[in-house]
């Protein structure tokens, strides 16, 4: 039984921070990939990071330089950093992580969602 927990979000003005955070249980962080992605209404839902099991990182371009993700393994939480917000950036964010294989490898598809969280960033 996975499950994904994210929280942090809420209401900003543009130019502001939040801290989103993605509790796990029933998965290993830093065995496979985790990553956010996010859906403003009317939109397909995109990737904004990703976070390998190496820590390597990957940003969409859109928010390179204002958004930060890392990990902590013990704590079984992913996270990501949001500075210099802006109203472009309101969505409902997911943390999303890639599955393990019987054989100890992963999947290479985000196959465990958390709920999600609103993030909504006015002018």
């Known amino acids: 039984q996975v499950q994904l927990v994210e929280s942090g979000g809420g209401s900003v003005q543009a130019g502001g921070s939040l801290k989103l955070s993605c509790a796990a249980s029933?998965?290993?962080?830093?065995?496979?990939?985790t990553g956010w992605y996010r859906q403003a209404p009317g939109k397909e839902r995109e990737l904004v990071s990703t976070i390998s099991s190496d820590g390597t990182t990957t940003y969409s371009d859109s928010v390179k330089g204002r958004f930060t993700i890392s990990q902590d393994n013990a704590k079984k939480t992913l996270y990501l950093q949001m500075n210099s917000l802006k109203t472009e950036d309101t969505a409902v964010y997911y943390c999303a992580a890639d599955g393990e294989t019987v054989a100890g490898g992963c999947t290479g598809d985000f196959r465990y969602w958390g709920q999600g969280t609103q993030v909504t960033v006015s002018s």
């Open positions: 029933g998965y290993i962080f830093g065995t496979c990939g």
